[in-house]
């Protein structure tokens, strides 16, 4: 089994930054894309960023495109999301998720992905 934990999410002002990390830790990560995932009240979670094996096929959302970067460290087993020019919008809860090993691409469906962290609430004020 993969254990997922995030860094604490926040408050933050429209216009600002903030950075989410995801440890991934027991079973090892072995070809895995990992995701970010958001959710409100009363709707579906849906994917905002996500990342390969191979680092190469980041994919965003079009709501976020150009303003969140999401990046994986060299042992592969942590993942960033840098969330910049923050909206109101993006209030959330984030969630990290994995797929399965040998999953190696991003999929946009949360059913395709196996493991999730215990997300983390970030709010941004207007």
């Known amino acids: 089994q993969v254990q997922l934990v995030e860094s604490e999410g926040g408050l933050v002002q429209a216009g600002g930054s903030l950075r989410l990390s995801c440890t991934a830790s027991?079973?090892?990560?072995?070809?895995?894309?990992m995701g970010w995932f958001r959710q409100t009240p009363g709707k579906e979670r849906e994917l905002v960023a996500g990342?390969?094996?191979?680092?190469?096929?980041?994919s965003y959302s079009e709501s976020v495109k150009g303003r969140f970067t999401v990046s994986r460290d060299s042992t592969k087993n942590t993942m960033h999301l840098q969330m910049n020019s923050l909206k109101p919008e993006d209030t959330a809860v984030y969630y990290c998720?994995?797929?399965?090993?040998?999953?190696?691409?991003?999929?946009?469906?949360?059913?395709?992905?196996?493991?999730w962290g215990q997300g983390t609430q970030v709010t941004v004020s207007s």
């Open positions: 027991g079973q090892t990560l072995t070809r895995n894309a």
């Open positions: 990342i390969g094996w191979s680092d190469i096929t980041a």
């Open positions: 998720a994995a797929r399965s090993s040998y999953n190696d691409f991003v999929s946009y469906s949360s059913g395709q992905y196996s493991y």
